[in-house]
Nanobody, 126 residues
């Protein structure tokens, strides 16, 4: 499975960006999809996840109310709409696919994810 993330860039604080992650695999519709990020000098952290049918979503507390994860299974793409961006949101954002047949606390962990995209850089200026 190949994941191609795009949509990153430079934006002023308070602005918006939409990240996209396109998958190569036809079975994309069965995957849990997640977004993670790694800021300068920091470890990679969970941002958001979405179940295969988009019924369930999860967010880290710092982005709740500002970020929205969604997916289009027909297009094999997952999105992360980011609004009211803050300088602390600056990071490389990674999408990831989990082929496991579950949706629980594990979607917030890196280890269960089987495939990772290459990352897209988001820089928020103050």
């Amino acid at each position: 499975v190949q994941l191609q993330a795009s949509g990153g860039g430079l934006v002023q604080a308070g602005g918006s960006l939409r990240l996209s992650c396109a998958a190569s695999e036809r079975t994309f519709s069965t995957f849990v999809m997640g977004w993670f990020r790694q800021g300068p000098g920091k470890g990679r952290e969970f941002v958001a996840a979405i179940s295969w049918n988009a019924v369930r979503t999860s967010y880290t507390d710092s982005v709740k109310g500002r970020f929205t994860i969604s997916r289009d299974n027909a297009k094999k793409t997952v999105y992360l709409q980011m609004s009211n961006l803050k300088p602390e949101d600056s990071a490389v954002y990674y999408c990831a696919a989990d082929t496991g047949d579950y949706y629980d606390h594990r979607v917030r962990l890196e280890q269960p994810y089987d495939y990772w995209g290459q990352g897209t850089l988001v820089t928020v200026s103050s």
